[in-house]
Nanobody, 116 residues
Framework: QLQLVESGGGLVQPGESLRLSCAASGFTFSNYPLNWYRQPPGKERELVAVISSTGGTTTYPNSTKGRFAISRDNAKNTVYLQMNSLKPEDTAVYYC?????????WGQGTQVTVSS
């Protein structure tokens, strides 16, 4: 059974950094692109980073470009999201996601709160 399990969230102050992890199992991890999304309180879920199956290509929206970095370790079946210069507007539940055989899979999410 395909599973995604996020970890690493927490409470940080503006300007600080945090690294999220997503451990995957139940599929051939190295064959699939992975995505990080977030859902701020009271708002819709939004894409924050994408990484190709090999890790050679990454994509970010303007809101996270230059501050966030997605990476993956195919030997550990894990995808990471390094978040730097965090802002209060980055407060959200962060999810990793992949699409496998026509279906989207999501983890349970990890809460990131940026507040002084």
């Amino acid at each position: 059974q395909l599973q995604l399990v996020e970890s690493g969230g927490g409470l940080v102050q503006p300007g600080e950094s945090l690294r999220l992890s997503c451990a995957a199992s139940g599929f051939t991890f190295s064959n699939y692109p992975l995505n990080w999304y977030r859902q701020p309180p009271g708002k819709e879920r939004e894409l924050v980073a994408v990484i190709s199956s090999t890790g050679g290509t990454t994509t970010y929206p303007n809101s996270t470009k230059g501050r966030f970095a997605i990476s993956r370790d195919n030997a550990k079946n894990t995808v990471y999201l390094q978040m730097n210069s965090l802002k209060p507007e980055d407060t959200a539940v962060y999810y990793c996601n992949t699409n496998h055989r026509g279906r989207g899979y999501w983890g349970q999410g990890t809460q990131v709160t940026v507040s002084s």
